[in-house]
């Protein structure tokens, strides 16, 4: 083979490496991404209406695994919502549907048999931040009688601040 001939067979090989990446990768039948706004809707209506996100999720499944950046990586999914206003009968929903359960929602929940244990394995993750900078002593606060072993337990830890600033 001659020196141009190589040098030529070279340049139209990577030619063709830089226009089609992702059919080579195998990329190119990769969904597109849900739009913003109706993982925003999403996050915002799995604080409360549980109705809504049935609907959505009705027309979007995956959107259960979904989260929403409020800024400055305070990010936040479904459960993550229901978790620390409360809503329990939306975070067991959510759970139920295949949703990703978070050791704060857990908490809130008061499953005091599944968040223990990793927490006394893992004792830093105490100071872990559940969204918009929520401690666990807050989602415990918001489990009411359900949580209220976990509750004592993060006081015996030592824990007073029910949020912390994350900016």
Not at 20 to 30: C, F, S, V, W
Not at 50 to 77: A, M, R
Not at 96 to 120: D, F, N
Not at 153 to 160: D, P, S
Request: glycine share 10%.
């Amino acid at each position: 083979m001659k020196r141009n001939d190589f040098i030529k067979g070279v340049g139209l090989t990577t030619l063709g490496f830089a226009f089609l990446p992702n059919r080579i990768a195998g990329q190119d039948d990769k969904p597109a991404a849900y739009q913003k706004e109706v993982v925003k809707t999403f996050v915002r209506a799995s604080h409360s209406n549980l109705d809504k996100v049935k609907e959505l999720l009705d027309e979007y499944p995956n959107l259960i695994y979904s989260s929403w950046d409020w800024g400055k990586g305070d990010f936040e999914t479904g459960i993550d919502a229901g978790g620390h206003i409360g809503h329990k009968k939306m975070v067991n929903f959510l759970i139920e549907k295949g949703a990703r359960p978070t050791l704060h929602a857990l908490t809130m929940l008061g499953k005091t048999s599944l968040v223990k244990p990793v927490l006394l394995a893992y004792p830093n993750l105490i100071h872990s931040l559940g969204p918009h900078g929520f401690t666990f002593l807050h989602h415990a606060q918001k489990g009411g009688e359900e949580a209220k072993e976990l509750l004592a337990f993060f006081e015996t830890k030592g824990q007073t601040e029910t949020k912390v600033s994350l900016w």
